[in-house]
């Protein structure tokens, strides 16, 4: 295991590698100080997890991060390895389903020594104490929340070492050009889960096999919501980010939220909810003073789905969610950013955002769209 296959998520071309290295390299530390300070309570913990809840099925997924909570087949014994916090936060409730939980960010100490110092020995370490680990438990499956990322990247070759298949969940829709593996799950895992056919089709037009690549449905955890009906005559609207300023991009998304704040604010209070990464990069894929308010990070998509009546955004995973609890969700493109289109396979409306206050002022005859999507049921493997 070479650094280049570790860190190989933030070798991108530009600036944007080098910042995205920079903030993983500030939070490791934060990291690795409270795993070194909470090691012994976290050691307890897992040793109480693994003797509270034995095996009961030949086959065990060892599942890493918590957007694949829940979306496991229970034919299978599922372990479920989180981040510091989740950890904490998850474990009582993860003990009570019957699953083990253990915590991956324990490691972080070495991937300090390792990227600060260049440190090979301590990377073989880490390798080594992993394989004796996914050994240990008698993992068949690994499945992973996205697979760039050095946690993840290190997994996967651990498990390909001990012949472990390893697989991918996609983990939001895909509205990107590029198709690069900042942007596109499946190019490190032996398999990805995507889905459903539109984003099947994504993926292999970018070049994926399309072999590794299986059909599953929408995660499960996006249906969970029930709100109120919509207002029709002063529909409250929100709009959602996506991270775009990450991207190649950003620059024409931004000109797109601007254009579209200036049609929709003389007529409509607009509201913004920024996507989780906007919030730990600091830096929002609209301008601030355009919006009535920015929505603080603790303000849950349960929340806001209750709130609001409308929801736009570019390409976000929420539109999903939104569009089934009832409400209008609708993805904006224009003549300089035209995203792949959500409208094919998900229940919201595209529209160009030069046509935007047409058609808002024509929401009376535009309620939610009512189309059929392709729930997951329990992801099930091929072991």
């Known amino acids: 295991m070479n650094r280049e296959d570790v860190y190989a998520y933030y070798s991108l071309t530009g600036d944007l590698g080098i910042q995205l290295l920079g903030k ?80 991956y960010d324990k490691y972080c100490i070495l991937f300090f020594i390792d990227i ?51 697989y991918v969940y996609q983990h939001g829709v895909w509205t990107g050009r590029y198709g690069s593996p900042y942007e596109l799950d499946g190019w490190h895992a032996d398999f990805l889960y995507v889905f459903d056919e539109k984003n099947k089709q994504v993926a292999i037009t970018h070049g994926l096999d399309e072999c590794r690549i299986l059909s599953v449905g929408y995660p499960r955890r996006l249906f969970n919501y029930q709100s109120k009906p919509i207002c029709i005559n002063n529909p409250k609207i929100c709009i959602l980010g996506a991270a775009a300023h990450r991207s190649s991009y950003s620059e024409d998304i931004e000109e797109l939220m601007r254009k579209l704040v200036m049609s929709l604010g003389s007529n409509y209070v607009v509201d913004y909810k920024p996507h989780p990464v906007e ?23 349960h929340e806001v789905i209750g709130a609001y009546d409308v929801f736009i955004s570019i390409g976000s995973t929420a539109l999903i969610e939104t569009s089934a609890a009832g409400k209008i969700a609708i993805q904006i493109y224009s003549d300089r950013y035209a995203s792949l289109d959500m409208s094919e396979s998900t229940a919201c409306y595209r529209v160009n955002v030069d046509d935007i206050l047409r058609f808002m002022k024509g929401i009376p005859n535009n309620q939610s769209k009512d189309r059929k999507i392709y729930i997951n049921q329990g992801l099930v493997f091929d072991v």
């Open 24 to 103: 993983y390299k500030k939070v490791i530390i934060y990291k690795a100080l409270a795993s070194v300070v909470l090691l012994p309570v976290i050691v307890v913990l897992e040793v109480l997890s693994t003797v509270l809840v034995p095996r009961k099925r030949k086959d065990c997924v060892c599942a890493l991060g918590q957007s694949n909570y829940n979306e496991v087949s229970q034919k299978y014994d599922v372990d479920y390895h989180l981040g510091l916090v989740s950890f904490f936060s998850f474990f009582i409730r993860t003990i009570k389903a019957g699953n083990r939980v253990y915590c």
């Open 116 to 166: 600060y110092f260049t440190n090979s020995l301590t990377r073989r370490f880490l390798l080594n104490l992993l394989q004796r680990s996914m050994k240990r438990r008698a993992y068949s499956i690994l499945l992973v929340g996205n697979d760039t990322k050095p946690n993840e990247k290190v997994h996967i070759i651990v498990a390909r070492m001990l012949d472990i298949k390893s």
């Open 279 to 301: 919030f730990k990069d600091n830096s929002f894929d609209i301008d601030e003073k355009l919006v009535s308010k920015v929505l603080p990070k603790s303000c849950s998509m």
